[in-house]
């Protein structure tokens, strides 16, 4: 499915013929960096051939010209022409005036809602189009119907669907309140499908605002055109163009805290492009901040000429960037444990089978001790980064749990150093983490570095390895006590004070990934993340394995008596 778009423009165009604004002043002057363009208007097809035009603007004559897809009459025939069918999403001037253009007695198919057929038939200029050749199709609200042209079928369908909006502002009636009598199906949106592929996009070139159905129906899209009408609400008036806001006007603001950029920031749409651009928008201005800043929120600005390939882009959207559910992208996540966990390291086996030593056991709390250290400086450092006072609120207390809450509280560290107090070990030297093996020290400050530069979501998802750990804490503290004399029940309190912490932490942490992970590349980096930290884990075993049951002690670390 190839999709062109024919006119970028809002009603008027750019420039406009009376508009002496410094857009368009400098568009008449040919200046660079202010394209021209023409009213709003979209052409789609399924083969190249046969075409179905969305919306027919008054510069549908010249959008024709300008395409030799659009002007060539079919098989050398003497009259014809490749436009098969034309479908409207309101009654404006710039969306149906172009409708004159198809006249000359040419079959067609004009699909609208019953609202805005009821405006064609009542404006019987309109008539020039013979009925006799031109049909008139009623196009339903939700839901998707095939799209014809005089001879069948074109292989493409189209779902219609009312957006917030306002009546054609010819049809207004001030006496009918504030919506002017507005109807639902005044202004809709189209989702336009190609079966055989998949392919779908949506064309939004008018809508007030974004509602919870839009979004919902928006969400996960490979491509919309929306409405880039303005870029503020207030930018016609602040102008001395018009004394109208946007909303007034039926069309919501590129920018602001209800304008589109903020509505879809979080949401999955692969591309987005705005069309239907007045003359006033600075995002004309090719140079301007107002530009850059659309740019940088990862918005097209639509032209003249612009073609997608849809077929082509969507597959590949499919293949690397559909997210997955929610339910699979748990399973991503667990499925790391069983694969890559430290349970499964050779090191914590012996541990937890009675295998090692009493210095071997010291020298595992002593490295392990940096573990403990950093685990509030990271938590610290994910806080920093929190701009939610609740997030921050639930976080906190993982700092608390490490670093205690006196009197209540202990910590975690302190129960950690009761472990190598009683293994024999100095509380100077362990805190001191002179004698941690250097790959100890590089993983665990690796873990911190990771928290403060990923992306927020993916920071908190490399805590997720907690999923796993109340196996290992239960088999930990039941093979060390059972295989150890040198180690008592107060000795594992630090261990059975996590059986609790830790499901309530990954609970939390694991519903905070799956809600805001909402794209698949962020979807992506969680899991990954999750793999990470095993690792970090994992080279924190693989160091002591060398170093103390292979002997290959590093200068400077732990070197117990005799070894
Ligand atoms: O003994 C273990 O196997 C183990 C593993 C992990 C882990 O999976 O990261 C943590 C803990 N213990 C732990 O006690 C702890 O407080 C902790 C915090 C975190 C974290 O990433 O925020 N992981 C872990």
């Not at 499919?318 to 499925?335: G, H, K, L």
């Amino acid at each position: 499915m190839l999709v062109r778009i024919l006119g970028s423009s809002a009603g008027g165009g750019f420039p406009q013929w009376n508009c002496g604004c410094p857009n368009c002043t400098a568009a008449k002057a040919g200046k660079l960096g202010f394209t021209p363009r023409t009213q709003s208007s979209l052409a789609v097809s399924r083969t190249g051939k046969e075409w179905v035009l969305l919306n027919a603007s008054p510069d549908l004559r010249q959008q024709i010209a300008a395409v030799p897809a659009l002007r060539t009459t079919p098989d050398g025939r003497l009259r014809g022409s490749p436009i098969k069918s034309v479908i409207v999403t309101n009654g404006d001037v710039d969306h149906i005036a172009g409708l004159i253009d198809l006249r000359e007695a040419e079959p067609l198919v004009v699909y609208a809602t019953d609202r805005v057929q009821s405006v064609i038939r009542s404006n019987s200029i309109f008539n020039i189009l013979a009925p006799s050749l031109v049909r008139r199709e009623i196009m339903p609200l939700e839901q998707e119907i095939a799209i014809s042209g005089p001879e069948g079928e074109l292989g493409l369908k189209v779902e219609a669907f009312a957006v917030p909006g306002k009546i054609a502002l010819y049809l207004e009636d001030c006496a009918a309140g504030p919506e002017f009598g507005t109807e639902t199906g005044d202004t809709v949106g189209l989702k336009i499908r190609d079966p055989e592929s998949g392919a779908s996009f949506f064309y939004i070139p008018g809508c007030s605002h974004l509602d919870a159905p839009l979004r919902e129906r928006l969400e996960n899209a490979a491509l919309v055109f929306f409405d880039g009408t303005l870029y503020r609400d207030t930018e016609m008036i602040d102008a001395g163009l018009l004394d109208k806001t946007g909303k007034r006007m039926g069309h919501i603001s590129i920018s602001g805290p209800e304008g589109s950029i903020a509505a879809f920031e979080d949401m999955n749409v692969a591309r987005k492009i705005y069309v239907h651009i007045n003359n006033s928008n600075p995002v004309l201005n090719e140079r301007s901040p107002e530009r850059a800043a659309t740019e940088a929120a990862g918005w097209e600005i639509g032209y003249d000429g612009m073609e997608v390939e849809m077929n082509e882009f969507v597959r590949k959207f499919e293949i690397t960037d559909a997210p997955w559910s929610q339910e699979e992208f748990e399973a991503q996540i667990r499925a790391v444990g069983p694969a890559r966990y430290h349970d499964l390291h050779p090191f914590h086996k012996a541990l937890h089978g009675g295998k090692m030593s009493k210095a071997q056991v010291a020298a595992w709390a002593l490295n392990r001790y940096c573990y403990q250290e950093a685990i509030p400086r990271k938590d610290a450092a994910f806080m920093s980064r929190v701009h939610d006072r609740d997030l921050r609120r639930e976080w906190i207390h993982r700092i608390h749990d490490h670093d205690g809450l006196p009197p209540e509280e202990l910590g975690g560290i302190e129960r950690w150093l009761k472990l190598t107090d009683c293994l024999g070990l100095d509380r100077e030297y362990v805190m001191s983490m002179q004698g941690a093996l250097p790959a100890t020290r590089f993983a665990v400050e690796a873990y911190v570095r990771f928290v403060v530069e990923q992306p927020l979501v993916v920071a908190a998802a490399s805590s997720l390895t907690e999923l796993f750990a109340p196996s290992i804490h239960r088999e930990r503290i039941a093979g060390m006590l059972a295989n150890y004399t040198f180690v008592n029940d107060e000795v594992m309190a630090y261990f059975k004070r996590r059986l609790s912490q830790a499901p309530r932490d990954a609970t939390f942490a694991l519903q905070f990934v799956k809600e805001n992970a909402r794209t698949r590349e962020l979807q992506q980096g969680c899991v990954d993340a999750v793999k990470f930290k095993c690792d970090v884990l994992w080279a924190q075993l693989d160091a002591l394995q060398l170093a103390y049951v292979d002997g290959l002690i590093p200068p400077g670390a732990y070197r117990p008596e005799g070894m």
